[in-house]
């Protein structure tokens, strides 16, 4: 971030608050999978694990995206964000919509607040899309970036009006198959479409620029641009039409997709500046790793393999926490310390660079906590996987445990640098020095 250009940044009060909301609810899915070790055994439409994945979803992920798009769109598109009126709109609805969606699911009442839920989170949605596509389209120059970030808003609005049919659908039934076919298509429209296109588009800027790396050409993002978008448009028309056996073809597009992303990256990786990668970058390249766990399982889930009942249960239970608690999460958590201390930074010191001898944004926050907290996060996550895979309850919650030491971490750091506050700084004595 330190050669990102701050002019086109937008108020702290658009973009902290949904670090903050992020933040606590991390925290309370950590919590939340302590109280469902007993949902992990069955199947995976249970109340517990719906309001699991939905707060890890929304709460969680989404949240802490839109409030690093509002502070990096500027950066990624050279332009002003379209309207601040809007992101501050769509973060009251998203964090209304999360609340009381989370209510809904571990209480099952599919009435009237689930409905509510639903229209928060997509009235939501649509006003950060329509903020990402105009923003876009006043850049001065559309780049392979937007084509991504665009293209992911849209999908995310898609999912979102898929989840609020089924919502609808809980109290009025009229959709014409049963509620998992749909779900299948609102969960791998989420991963796909609007997770997987936000992070290669983001990260194929941030990446090369926090390595201080110079990459040409931009055959491989729209190589992965054009397979992953392709291999969805075709999983949703087989899904909802044609219901082949070509599903794994089309998981294999989207692979491919990914594979490309991960070439540009390491052709990004060769060529750094840097002389070290620091704790922010090893989580993400952590999360680069885990990124193969779910594409496996993928291959998996959409071949129609005869495993036992319970075996499958349990890999479609590993796949949807590879995504959420794996790749999703340890990108956000190495991430956030990238990004939230330089936008503390800036907001705090922009002004007195100069004129003062200011903190470095890596000075904002403590080191040793992000160390433990990926240290617990990682154990956390492998145990909790293997505990699932074997559906040994035991396991499972030590894996919560640790979990839930690496969410608290993450909070206590989090609100240590929201809260910062400015320290009686030394001037610089330019004209005192000696000839």
């Known amino acids: 971030m330190s050669t990102a250009n701050a002019s086109n940044s ?13 933040a ?27 309001t699991l994945t939905h707060v890890a979803v929304l709460g969680w992920a989404t949240m802490i995206i839109f409030g690093a798009l509002y502070q990096l769109l500027p950066v990624v598109l050279e332009v002003r964000l379209y309207c601040e009126k ?17 209510y809904s699911f571990w209480f099952f009442q599919v009435g009237v607040t689930l409905h509510v839920a639903a229209c928060s989170l997509f009235i939501s949605f649509l006003l950060f899309t329509i903020n990402m596509v105009q923003t876009a389209r006043s850049a001065p120059y559309w780049t392979v970036e937007a084509d991504f970030i665009v293209t992911s808003a849209v999908w995310l609005l898609v999912t979102g ?25 609102h969960a791998h429209i989420g991963m796909a479409g609007w997770f997987l296109l936000l992070i290669i588009g983001v990260g194929s800027k941030l990446i090369p620029m926090f390595l201080l790396a110079h990459c040409d050409g931009t055959k491989l993002l729209n190589g992965s641009y054009n397979l992953i978008n392709a291999g969805l448009v075709f999983f949703i028309f087989d899904h909802l039409f044609f219901h082949t056996k070509l599903l794994p073809v089309y998981a294999l597009l989207v692979i491919a997709g990914v594979g490309l992303f991960l070439k540009f990256v390491f052709e990004a990786k060769k060529t750094m500046q840097r ?35 319970a075996l499958m249960a349990s ?3 590993v796949y949807g926490l590879s995504v959420f608690l794996g790749f999703v999460s340890a990108l ?26 200011t903190p470095l944004p890596k000075d904002l926050y403590s080191h040793a906590l992000l160390l433990w907290q990926n240290r617990f996060y990682c154990l956390g996550f492998l145990v909790l996987g293997a505990g699932v895979l074997l559906r040994e309850q035991a396991v499972f919650m030590v894996g919560a445990l640790a979990f839930t030491v690496a969410a608290i971490l993450y909070v206590v750091n989090v609100f240590h640098l929201v809260l910062h506050k400015v320290q009686d700084l030394k001037p610089f004595a330019y004209g005192n020095a000696k000839a």
């Open 10 to 22: 937008p108020g702290k009060w658009v973009v902290l608050p949904h670090y903050v909301f992020g």
């Open 24 to 50: 606590v609810s991390f925290l309370a899915l950590s919590l939340l999978l302590l109280l469902s070790g007993d949902a992990f055994g069955g199947h995976y439409f249970h109340p517990k694990l719906l």
């Open 86 to 102: 809007l992101a501050i709109c769509s973060f009251v609805l998203l964090a209304l919509g999360t609340v009381l969606l989370a």
């Open 161 to 185: 009006l898929i989840g609020l049919l089924m919502a609808v659908n809980f109290t009025y039934p009229f959709l014409p198959q049963e509620h998992l076919h749909y779900l299948k298509l």
């Open 275 to 309: 002389p070290d990668i620091d704790l922010g970058m090893r989580q993400t390249f952590v999360a680069l790793g885990l990124l193969i766990i779910p594409l496996c399982l993928v291959l998996v889930v959409s071949s129609g393999l005869s495993l036992p009942p």
């Open 315 to 317: 890999v479609y239970l």
């Open 332 to 357: 956000i958590l190495g991430q956030t310390f990238k990004t939230l201390p330089f936008i503390v930074w800036m907001h705090a010191y922009e002004d007195l660079v100069g004129r003062f001898k």
